[in-house]
Structure formats: C-alpha cells, structure tokens
C-alpha cells in the first residue's frame, strides 16, 4: 500500500458518524451535568465566585483586588481568632464572674444600714454575702436611699 | 484553519459564558462537538467511551473557561483539552476495549477517492467498507496514543501542521517526525491484512 492510498483511506473515515440525533443528545447530558455539578460546589466557592464576580464588575484594578482580598483575608483570620475556643472560654468565665458579682453587689446596696449610710450609695461597705433585712435595730423602720434622698418613709411592708 | 468572522463569534461566546451567560456555552458546544467529537472518536475507536469522553470535555471546558484569555483560538483551546483528555483516558483503559464503530455516512459512495480506492485496480477492491473500517481503525488502535492524536488530527480532520503542534504542544518538526512514523507503521498492518485473510 502507498502512502497515498493509505492518505485517501483515512481521509474517508470522515464518513464515520454519531447516530443521528447524537448531538442533540450530548447537549442535553452536558447541560444537566453543568446543573448536577452546580448544586454539589462547596459553600466557599461559590462565596469565592461572587466575591470575583463583584470585583469583576466594578472594574477594580488588579492591585486594589488585591488590597480588597487581602484585607478580606485579615477580616477573616481576626474573626478566626476572636473565635477560637480559649477565647470562648475566657468570655464565658469573665460573664460569669459578672453575674455572679452583680447580684452581690445589688444586695450589698439593699442591706445598707441607715445609720451606716456611705457618702455614695455604690461604694462599697460590707463584706459580701449580707442578706435583706426585715427591720432596722432599735425598732427603726429602713430607709432606702436613692441620690442621698430619703425615698420612703413608710414601713417596708405596708402595702 | 479559523477565519475572522468566526474568531470573533466565539471570542463573543466566550465573553458571555465568562459573564455567565450558559446559552452561549451551549452554542460554544453545538459548535464544536462534530470536530471534537471526531477527534475523540477517532482515537478511541469506540462510540461510548467517545460519549462519555465528549461530556467530560465540556465539563472541563466550562469549569476552565474562566481563565481563558484568548492567546489562542477557543478551537485550538478545545482540541487541547480534547486530546489531554483523550490520551489520560486511553492510558488508564490500556489494552481492554472492543470496537464500537459509527455508521458510516453514505454520502462516501460518491467520494471521489472512495471510488479509486474500490476500483478494480486498488488493493482494496475485495474489502467491503465494513470490513475496511475495522481494519483500518485496529490499526489505527495499534499506533501509541502520540502517532495516533497526529494522524487523526492531520490525516482525517485535515488540520495543518503548525496547528497540531499547537495543541499537542511540540514542534512542527516533532509533528511531522511522528506522522512519518505512524503512516510507516499503518501501511505495514494494511499491507498484512491484505497478504492474509481473515478468520473471524
């Protein structure tokens, strides 16, 4: 066989094609898999994908892209470490010390002593941990100062 | 191999499907899948793996199109991921696979080298055309998958050298080396099927 007939024997397998309608097919099964594989991205990089697409449209140059991802980047790692777990940790402890304070103290202001009253109604004292109470020594009725005023008065429980 | 209008067409195309516009991915396909699908056919001399080839291609192609930025054309482009593609898929398939060829368009009756080549005076006037097609494309499966992205690329599609080396990458030289190889190789497994019948 000579190199020309062999030339002109593969040429003719141009004749070879697709059954009919294949193409059509093909269209299809390809759009559908876009689809399929559309739905399966990750999250990120889809959130990456819009992220571009937004700076692609405002026309930014390459330089403030990079300034603008960048500081996207620094955003991200400092709310990573806002986020960490010592952290979480440290704030739930510092909370509730809080709490645990401010219930202390509002009993600390609501047991003061009339006759023991300090120039400031919040500064402290007595020591933590007094109780409510029910009447004044000597038969007094207690007296409850709001801005070094006499607020009442009355007998506690007279309602 | 492209002309300008064309060029222009698809660089629009492409505009749009990077904008995310899909319908014009979907003309990018309707396009190009008879050529690409050519090229994958031929080299895999099977309509399936062919198929599910095509699909991958575009899948790919439409995943990358985003960091297309033209320094070639969108065919040159296609071809190249066509035959990375292709040559991956044949590795890993070796040597299991079977034959599953496409009809043959009848229009090639009236072919004017079909004619010669089945002339009284031709070595393959007492071959019927099936029988030709399986010859032809078990040779072709018995090239390495480099001499066989070459003469399916020259020799079938009819693309020009400078093109070919383009998409596969090489020198025109390399190109031209390895179609001299495979057309030496071709003509040796034509030429035993014609010294000897076959049996099955």
Redesign the interface.
């Known amino acids: 066989?000579t190199?020309e007939?062999?030339?002109?024997?593969?040429?003719?397998?141009?004749?070879?094609?697709?059954?009919p309608g294949?193409?059509d097919g093909?269209?299809k099964?390809?759009?559908s898999?876009?689809r399929a594989?559309l739905l399966r991205r990750p999250l990120w990089k889809i959130a990456i994908e819009r992220v571009q697409?937004f700076f692609g449209e405002h026309s930014m140059s390459s330089l403030s892209y990079a300034g603008a991802m960048a500081g996207f980047l620094v955003i991200g790692l400092v709310g990573i470490g806002l986020m960490s777990p010592g952290d979480l940790e440290r704030k739930n402890n510092a909370s509730m010390t809080l709490a645990s304070a401010v219930p202390a103290a509002a009993g600390k202001i609501l047991s003061l002593q009339p006759n023991r009253l300090p120039a400031s109604p919040f500064a402290p004292t007595q020591p933590l941990g007094n109780t409510w109470p029910v009447s004044a020594p000597g038969g007094h009725a207690p007296r409850y100062v709001i801005d070094a005023r006499p607020a009442s008065y009355e007998l506690s429980r007279s309602y | 191999m492209q002309d300008a209008t064309s060029r222009q067409q698809d660089d629009e195309l492409i505009a749009r499907t990077q904008a995310?516009d899909?319908a014009a991915f979907?003309e990018l396909?309707?396009k190009y899948?008879?050529r690409l699908?050519?090229l994958v056919?031929?080299m895999t001399s099977n309509?399936e793996d062919?198929?599910d080839l095509?699909?991958d291609i575009?899948?790919k192609a439409?995943?990358s199109i985003t960091g297309f930025r033209g320094k070639s054309s969108f065919y040159t482009w296609m071809h190249s991921i066509g035959v990375n593609m292709t040559i991956n898929f044949l590795k890993k398939r070796g040597r299991r696979f079977h034959l599953s060829?496409?009809?043959?368009?009848s229009?090639?009756q009236n072919?004017k080298?079909?004619i010669?080549?089945t002339a009284a005076s031709?070595?393959?006037r007492e071959t019927d055309l099936n029988e030709?097609?399986v010859r032809?494309n078990e040779s072709m499966q018995k090239l390495s998958h480099d001499h066989r992205a070459v003469?399916t690329m020259f020799?079938?599609?009819?693309m020009p050298h400078a093109e070919i080396a383009k998409i596969l990458g090489t020198s025109e030289g390399t190109v031209r080396s390895r179609l001299f190889y495979a057309?030496r190789q071709?003509?040796n497994f034509?030429?035993e099927f014609?010294d000897t019948p076959r049996h099955d």
């Open positions: 066989m190199d007939q062999l030339t002109a024997l593969l040429r003719l397998k141009r004749y070879e094609e697709p059954p294949y193409f093909l269209l099964n390809v759009q898999r876009q594989e697409t | 995310g899909p979907d396909i309707v899948s008879p699908y050519g056919y031929h309509h062919a198929n095509m699909q575009w899948s439409f995943r060829l496409d009809d043959v368009d229009n090639i072919d080298e079909f010669e080549l031709s070595p393959v030709l097609q032809l003469v020799d079938i599609q009819g057309h071709l003509q034509l030429t014609h």
